[in-house]
């Protein structure tokens, strides 16, 4: 695919300006207003007041591009669309305030001047103009004294107008120090610290000022106040920093930590606490690969202080993500590896070494793992079945049909109720995946006679009923699976989820009509699990433009439900039909939304960045988002596949080549990775080995790239006799 932006220079910026949704209300007035339309984005038209205005060429549409060029550093761009902006709206003093900022942070302190002079002349009392002024005059006022004298008279403007306004209250007492009016900075700094009584450093400006001004026994006194209640608040700003955590505020519970009393940061549970909060925020939305790996650095420090036998299970699972998110796999490994051989009579070091190979995909070293623990603690019933039951999930994850059959086995005589009705439903799999299918049947119908649904038919129960259709429909029995199907309980169950699994079995047995009628039918209850179950059918079924009014309604729902869980699950499923509807912008704005929900989404990150690398737009960020990914989960084949491609898109063969090289031996006979493989191998001219790839891809006949693996293959049999000729 050609890349988006040789034919939408303005692509790149579009697809980030859709994510940000913002609107300009009133431009006459200068009023910038949040808003949440449903898109913003080039040629969208949009009404205010009743007309009708081209986004693109409105001051709404700059402003809030010139802050994307700002966040981003690119502060050219960010002066340009400013200046468009202004061009557009000339009476908005909001518009000049921003611009005189950014030219004051690259130094053009008089351009800057000038802007806060406009923008004051527009809005007299406006306190952003006037602290603006206030602090560009006092930077001007180093290299020209003169204009100190004009800082001062803005700044008391201000505290006129505004004076709670703090940052330009502490900038005046800064000032009135530095012209030499100490009593007047002490007064400032005593009438800042009566408005904002826990404000810590505020109160150190004061003592500090009294200290400078030869007040030394005022100071002191103040001193001993402020730790006295420092002293006393440090439980409750412990509390408080909780309370944050709770609420996802990581980066307010780290500054309330921080700037606690340092006896309060050596107390070890405050440690521990202090180190999760900065591996929680290691994952924000917004950051830098550089503020990811300080804050992932920082908790590992904070982790490694504390002594060994001090840590429990969570300390080292902690001190073992934190390597891992940092690439240092082979050192999580070696602390795991390392409790498991110093404490293995403690089940948990079993737990996270396992645990750790499974996130990394590693999936039989965490089988062998758990193997071994539940041999060890074969004398403790209760924990060996929790084994058993992890062993039971991992292998079945691998596909390990036999050992699946071996760990059920064990578990279904001690459980019981839902517990036992999972472990059968993973036992009717794994006999299904080895065609046993007349014991999958027998197993399906011995237990609803057990639980009492029937006599040996599951047809008074929905979830043995679902069983013994999948078995049915899996053995090839058509005709009896749809009889199940249609009978009750089956027919009857308005369950979202219940319809979700029939409708996936109808179509399985080819009667999509039926499987869509049925969707409809309970879609038209207007729920959110019905819209949002719709939406997932017609998805999966690769109806994708018929899948997104379900899924625009249904996060409407979870919108006005505040149902953040369903909602992350919902921009994601949109985001997937909206790709595969050519609408690659806005379903980009869809999975940054799922990773504002879930930081941790390493699916939606490795989505949106293959996606990106696909289109060929944002390739600097879909190496980022691809590589977060892989740093989270190094053991996944499509996800390294995918920062192969990123580096690919951008032109880094070699590191390309390294990266899918190690994606086929992690996921050997995928035909995609074969095709990327093979496209880098091409690229650097060792067209022998690109067209062997290439062949191999072909072999596979996956549809996803049987089409573009045939037609490149051609096109070396023009480069290349070495080729054989393709044939279909």
């Not at 949009?46 to 809030?64: E, K």
């Not at 990773?595 to 699916?603: A, E, M, Y």
């Not at 496209?679 to 067209?687: F, I, K, M, N, Q």
Request: hydrophobic share 40%; with cysteine; glycine share 6%.
């Amino acid at each position: 695919m050609e890349p988006v932006l040789s034919s939408r220079p303005m692509c790149r910026h579009v697809l980030r300006l859709r994510a940000l949704v913002v609107l300009l209300v009133g431009v006459g007035s200068g009023v910038v207003a949040a808003a949440q339309p449903p898109a913003i984005g080039l040629g969208v038209e949009t009404t205010v007041d009743g007309g009708t205005t081209d986004s693109t060429d409105s001051a709404a549409y700059h402003f809030a591009l010139a802050k994307l060029h700002a966040a981003d550093g690119e502060f050219e761009a960010a002066e340009e669309q400013l200046e468009r902006a202004i061009a557009l709206d000339p009476d908005s003093a909001v518009l000049r305030v921003d611009l005189a900022r950014l030219l004051a942070s690259l130094r053009r302190l008089e351009d800057a001047r000038a802007q806060a002079r406009a923008a004051i002349e527009l809005a007299p009392d406006d306190p952003d103009a006037l602290r603006t002024m206030g602090q560009i005059l006092w930077s001007l006022g180093r290299s020209q004294p003169a204009l100190l004298e004009q800082a001062r008279e803005t700044l008391e403007r201000l505290r006129a107008v505004e004076p709670d306004e703090l940052q330009g209250m502490v900038a005046l007492a800064q000032l009135y120090e530095q012209l030499g009016r100490s009593d007047d900075a002490i007064s400032l700094y005593r009438d800042l610290v009566s408005r904002n009584v826990d404000n810590a450093q505020l109160k150190r400006m004061l003592i500090e000022a009294l200290s400078r001004s030869g007040r030394s026994e005022e100071a002191r006194a103040e001193l001993q106040e402020m730790l006295r209640i420092e002293q006393e608040s440090s439980e409750s700003r412990m509390a408080l920093a909780e309370l944050e955590a709770e609420k996802g505020n990581h980066a307010e519970a780290i500054r309330l930590v921080e700037e606690g009393d340092e006896r309060l940061r050596q107390i070890p549970a405050v440690r521990s606490f202090l180190s999760e909060q900065y591996l929680q925020h290691s994952s924000a939305p917004g950051l830098s690969s550089d503020q990811r790996r300080s804050d992932l650095e920082r908790a590992l420090e904070i982790v490694r202080s504390l002594p060994d036998e001090e840590k429990g299970p969570g300390l080292f699972r902690l001190e073992g993500t934190a390597l891992r998110r940092l690439g240092r796999v082979e050192e999580a490994v070696g602390l795991y590896q390392a409790l498991v051989d110093e404490r293995p009579e403690e089940p948990w070091s079993h737990l996270l070494l396992s645990g750790l190979y499974e996130a990394m995909g590693q999936l039989v070293e965490a089988s062998s793992v758990l193997e071994a623990a539940s041999e060890r603690f074969a004398g403790q019933p209760s924990m060996r079945l929790d084994l058993v039951g992890r062993l039971l999930w991992i292998d079945r994850q691998r596909g390990s049909w036999q050992r699946v059959l071996q760990w059920s086995d064990q578990l279904l005589g001690a459980l019981d109720g839902e517990a036992r009705d999972a472990v059968v439903e993973l036992r009717v799999e794994a006999l299904s995946a080895l065609e046993r299918h007349d014991e999958a049947l027998r197993l399906v119908r011995a237990e609803a006679k057990r639980r009492g649904d029937g006599s040996g038919a599951a047809t008074g129960s929905v979830p043995h009923a679902l069983l013994e259709a999948d078995a049915l429909a899996a053995a090839g029995r058509r005709r009896e699976a749809l009889k199940v199907l249609r009978a009750a309980p089956l027919a009857g169950d308005e369950d979202p989820a219940t319809q979700l699994q029939v409708a996936r079995l109808l179509v399985e047995l080819e009667e999509e009509g039926e499987a869509a009628e049925r969707v409809l039918e309970l879609a038209a209850a207007d729920t959110l699990p019905a819209r949002f179950m719709a939406g997932q059918f017609f998805s999966a079924t690769g109806r994708f433009d018929e899948a997104l009014p379900h899924l625009r309604r249904a996060l409407e729902i979870a919108l006005e439900e505040e149902r953040d869980d369903v909602r992350a699950d919902t921009h994601f499923w949109l985001g997937q039909a909206l790709e595969r509807t050519g609408e690659v912008d806005q379903a980009a704005r869809q999975f940054r939304e799922v990773l504002k929900l879930r930081p941790d989404d390493t699916t939606a990150m490795n989505y949106l960045g293959y996606m990106w690398a696909e289109a060929g737009v944002e390739l600097e960020a879909a190496l980022q988002l691809v590589e977060r990914a892989v740093q989270i989960e190094p053991e996944n084949g499509s996800y390294v596949d995918s920062l192969g491609w990123a580096l690919f898109r951008l032109g880094r063969f070699e590191e390309a080549r390294a990266s899918l090289e190690r994606a086929s031996q992690l996921s050997p006979g995928n035909a995609v990775i074969l095709e990327h493989l093979g496209d880098v191998y091409r690229a650097t001219g060792e067209l022998d080995a690109a067209a062997e790839l290439y062949r191999k891809a072909y072999e596979i006949e996956d549809p996803e790239n049987l089409e573009s693996v045939e037609r490149k293959l051609r096109e070396l049999e023009s480069m290349t006799e070495s080729t054989p000729r393709v044939r279909r």
